[in-house]
């Protein structure tokens, strides 16, 4: 496992146990959609991405990440790594920035947006050979990377449109980011993407309804 890996996950345990114990730094550093237009705090548009709502969500965020790091790692480089992972938590906390603008009430923070581009980066390089599973079932019950891409964006889209008390998911961060790892890619092996462009089109269907719902519909504004 590639150094930078290991580095970007111990800062995060360190940091997202340093702020679940102390309120004040969680508070500063949590996405917030107030504190960053009334108060231009953008810092937070990064900076929630290091923070964790408890150990399970710190756990299970950097699980994935060091399990989909490898095929990134060896596609891109340690920079192309590190801009996806990046760039995907800002624009999945932009995301949610432009579609909750009206709820200055509205918070988030996880490292999601970052985990999600980096697992349909890896889905964008081969989304029918490359299988998605789900953590403590067998490999047998595995699932084409495209066919995973539908469901994650069907249901996220889904919960957005129709959006459930007490869910505590921000799923717009994990579209943001999830929709940079997947443009990211395309944009970097063009060639790979056109000989792909039937299941990528598949998978993101929801993507494009939901730009419809949001942008021509004005649905979530």
Same mark, same amino acid.
């Not at 504190?35 to 548009?45: H, N, P, S, T």
């Not at 990440?65 to 920079?79: D, E, H, Q, R, T």
């Given at each position: ?5 290991? @580095? @970007? ?33 953008? $810092? ?20 994935? *990440? ?28 932009? $995301? ?16 999601? &947006? ?10 964008? *390089? ?10 403590? *079932?067998?490999?047998?019950?595995? @699932?084409?990377?495209?066919? $995973? ?20 998911? &921000?799923?717009?961060?994990?579209? &943001? &980011? ?44």
């Amino acid at each position: 496992m590639n150094t930078v890996v290991i @580095i @970007i996950i111990a800062v995060t345990c360190i940091i997202s146990y340093l702020a679940l114990n102390d309120i004040r730094m969680f508070e500063k550093y949590k996405f917030n959609v107030g504190a960053i237009q009334q108060r231009k705090e953008y $810092f937070r548009l990064l900076s929630a991405g290091f923070l964790h709502a408890d150990f399970i969500h710190l756990a299970l965020n950097m699980y994935v *990440l060091y399990m989909f790091s490898p095929a990134i790692l060896y596609a891109f480089g340690v920079s192309g790594f590190l801009i996806i992972y990046i760039a995907s938590i800002l624009l999945g906390n932009l $995301f949610s920035l432009l579609i909750y603008k009206n709820q200055s009430w509205y918070s988030a923070i996880g490292a999601s &947006g970052g985990v999600a581009g980096i697992i349909f980066a890896s889905v964008s *390089l081969d989304p029918v050979n490359i299988k998605i599973g789900i953590i403590f *079932l067998p490999p047998a019950l595995s @699932i084409p990377g495209y066919i $995973f891409g539908l469901l994650y964006f069907g249901y996220s889209v889904y919960s957005m449109l129709k959006p459930r008390s007490h869910d505590n998911i &921000g799923h717009a961060a994990h579209l &943001g &980011g999830a929709f940079f790892g997947l443009i990211y890619t395309i944009i970097v092996f063009p060639q790979v993407a056109l000989s792909n462009i039937l299941f990528l089109g598949i998978m993101s269907l929801p993507l494009i309804y939901l730009a419809y719902e949001v942008f021509i519909r004005k649905r979530i504004n």
